[in-house]
């Protein structure tokens, strides 16, 4: 391990050297490819069977979604996840009091939020430092990723965490990069763009394709994306997450302060200690995860309003409201009865592929 980590340095190291211009765009792109290549090494050492490496602590997945706190040392983590779901997670003034992960239930509006406390990570993380490897694998397995910050502490923290969970294949409130990308066989590799270029060229786009053997692909970019973006979608194993920058301790800070920190995209000031703003916090949350509900209606009765059906923004039709009830359920389906805004009647009568919106009541007609 200690000779990749000398490699991944000695690389950082000569990116830090080379001035960044057109005549080094390629040399530059090479470089970040042998890194990234250097980092999956490090995620899962081929050798190792079982794969402990890459792995996080064993916690069983619960309820509807999963968020995970990450953030340095006695930021407050513990302290929001006792505050936000009445789950015992030791608070201290020192560091490292937190040495493993424990999980809490938030229950929100009639979904249950699996809130994961981890233990603080430190620089370096990402390269195999400390228990910062396994936070980072179990934040992968995040729906949604909290980014805890210290308000008295440097901003400067942040952009260290994002650069952990980069490293280790984690994209932050990020689409993933609009391109194609298709080996051959042969014709060497053809690169075409609808757009402008200003990153890539094909010299950087075949120095980096070179890197990883591919001598024949057609690659088309929609978007002028970069060498970076071009590395993601080679290697595949990125996971597009959304997060929430959660901005603790305000009670220390001024309200000038406060106003400065007011202008960063995709942030929440709070103090778990006093429980200020810990309401907006969870609406974020909510907002973040793009989650619906759908309730359901029993032949004869009134919906179950206590209880809803939730559903991924992205994944809502009739069909697979219907697979989370019940496997069998599809087979059955003759058609489904909505009442809500997503339905132009009340209700309106509808088949599987129909799309469902929040708050939508589902009454399921089988087939006798
Ligand atoms: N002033 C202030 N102090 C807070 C607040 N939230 C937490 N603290 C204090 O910060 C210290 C660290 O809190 P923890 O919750 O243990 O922090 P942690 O991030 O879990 O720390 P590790 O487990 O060591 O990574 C404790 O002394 C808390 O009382 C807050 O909103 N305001
Ligand atoms: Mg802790």
């Known amino acids: 391990m200690s000779t990749v980590m000398q490699k991944i340095k000695d690389i950082e190291d000569e990116m830090a050297r080379t001035q960044k211009n057109k005549a080094t765009a390629h040399h530059l792109g090479l470089l970040k490819a042998k890194l990234a290549k250097l980092r999956r090494e490090i995620l899962a050492p081929p050798s190792s069977k079982g794969g402990g490496a890459g792995e996080g602590f ?34 201290a003034s020192y560091e490292f009091t937190t040495l493993t992960c424990v999980p809490g239930v938030i229950k929100y509006r009639g979904s249950k939020i699996q809130l994961l406390d981890l233990p603080g990570i430190i620089e370096g993380a990402k390269d195999g430092k400390g228990r910062g490897r396994q ?87 929609r978007f002028d994306a970069t060498a970076d973006d071009l590395i993601d979608v080679i290697e595949g194993n990125r996971i597009y997450m959304p997060c929430i920058y959660v901005v603790n301790k305000i009670d220390q800070i001024t309200v000038e302060e406060l106003e400065v920190l007011d202008r960063l995209p995709h942030y929440c000031p709070i103090s778990a200690h006093l429980e200020w703003n810990l309401d907006g916090l969870l609406d974020k949350i909510w907002e973040y995860l793009n989650l619906i509900r759908v309730y359901t209606k029993p032949k004869g009765n009134s919906p179950d309003y206590e209880d809803p059906v939730i559903l991924s923004a992205n994944k809502c039709t009739v069909e697979d409201f219907c697979e989370r009830i019940h496997k069998d359920m599809v087979k059955q389906f003759k058609f489904a009865l909505v009442w809500g805004s997503s339905a132009k009647h009340k209700p309106q009568r509808v088949g599987k592929e129909h799309t469902l919106e929040d708050e939508d009541v589902v009454q399921i007609i089988k087939k006798v």
């Open 58 to 91: 064993d916690v069983t997945k619960s309820g509807d979604s999963r968020v995970g706190l990450v953030g340095f040392p006695s930021v407050g983590k513990s302290t929001l996840l006792n505050k936000l779901t009445g789950t015992f997670s030791e608070v």
């Open 135 to 221: 936070v980072i694998s179990t934040a992968r397995t995040c729906n949604c990723i909290l980014i805890v910050l210290d308000a008295i502490k440097p901003i400067t923290h942040k952009r260290l965490i994002e650069k952990e969970l980069e490293g280790f294949g984690i994209r932050l409130n990020k689409e993933p990069p609009n391109m194609g990308f298709r080996r051959k066989d042969k014709g060497g590799i053809n690169f075409t763009s609808t757009v402008a270029n200003t990153h890539l060229d094909l010299e950087t786009v075949k120095a980096i394709c070179g890197e990883y053997k591919i001598h024949n692909a057609d690659i088309s970019l």
